[in-house]
């Protein structure tokens, strides 16, 4: 009874791991059949469908077995599964269970050597995993952060960075396919929306879409016209006002419109609400103009800088005249130089900049420029959120972006879904042998 009360609590995860990672205590090895077994070599885990494990080297009693290995909490899941008529499933010597209660038969017919784990390791280790999936705090291992070696923490910051640069490289890699292999359209409209930050990403990520970057270099450094553009696509400029500025961009869009046959956005896209004034979509969208009209060389610029100074002298924009007295169309204030600030810079570097450098590394086969996009992180100050905030109040303060973002994929990741058995700082809390 109590063993059945534990499986309903187990998860098939914490099997995989006990496998994977060899904390099966050696002498208690055999098969419910009573033959000594010994692992020569687990297997390679496997993500797709089919057996658990690939290519495992067993030793059952003399033989050497050289085959797969499926993993279940009990032996009955295998023909609840249908594994029993499935070919995919005929090449496994092995079946590894926390209970055995019934004898399984593969697609031949013939009866699959069977491990049950229960009592072949060390019951700790399912302790200390349950009191981690129990936990109710911010991390599961909350409390026991001091127990981690600060080294081992540190290399899987490191890992994780990669990790999440991995991550981003997907959605880069896309949208590098969608825009046809075109690194420069691909940068504008990851920065276009970058621009937009939080608020107005999507907005401005519609307003790169539908105006090319090849049009808008075609203007060649004609700031105004580019402003023009910009403008008139995101359907910010006023149907009537009495500042000469905006009537000129109405007229200068009107020819660019027909021109190039431009579709603006709709205006009630972008928000204004509850931000900043320096952070209006208007401030924004004349400060990425700049942008552009400076650098009709962005991409290579970028992948060649080699320093965040470089890359901050780039960065270093100013809204247009118009805009030092305006913060909307119409509506007069008080001077002030509408500047892209250090943050805002910073922000575009960690979330733009670097996984661009990344893939470009990755795509072009040159791995100098993967390490560069990790180095522009390590040169950045770390971000400063409520997640980054809560991770320096449990005793890890990041030291640059790089661990920052590290720090951010390690609590939605593994954190928060309680991926424990898959991070190393859950890992070795987990095989603490004296208990957690």
Known sequence: MLETAKIKILKEEFLHYLWKHQLLIPAELHTTEGEALRIVYPGVEN????????AAKIMIGDTLWVGQVELHLKSS???????QNDAAYGNVI??????????????????????????????????????????????PCQGLLNKCDKGLIAMWLNRLLVERLERKSEEVEKFFEYFKNDWDQTLYYLLARNFGFKANAIPFALLAQRTPLKILQKLGDNAFAMEAILYGQSDL???????????????????????????????????????RPQNFPTIRISQFAKLITQTP???????DAKSI????????LNASEYWGTHY?????????????????????IINTISPVIFVYGKQSLRPEYCEKAIDFLAMVPAENNMVIRQWAQLGITAQNAGESQALLELKKYYCTPKSCLQCAIGSALLQN???I
């Open 237 to 275: 400029l006023p149907k009537e006002c009495a500042d000469n500025y905006p009537q000129r961009l109405q007229n200068e869009y009107a020819y660019q419109r027909k021109k190039h046959s431009l579709e603006p956005l709709d205006a009630h896209l972008w928000k204004f609400f509850k931000l």
């Open 77 to 83: 899941l295998w023909s609840q599964h249908g594994h």
């Open 94 to 139: 092995l079946h590894v269970v926390y209970i055995h209660d019934q004898d399984v038969l593969d697609c031949n017919g013939n009866t699959i050597p069977v491990l049950e784990l229960h009592g072949k390791f060390r019951e700790e280790l399912l302790h200390n995993y349950q009191l981690l999936l129990s936990s109710k705090a911010w991390i």
């Open 47 to 54: 993500s797709d469908s089919g057996p658990d494990f690939l």
């Open 309 to 316: 100074e470089e890359i901050a002298q780039i960065f270093k």
């Open 297 to 303: 060389h962005l991409f290579r610029m970028l992948t």
């Open 328 to 348: 909307v169309f119409g509506k007069a204030s008080a001077f002030s130089i509408k500047k892209l600030g250090a943050d805002a810079v910073n922000n575009i």
């Open 433 to 435: 042998k004296r208990g």
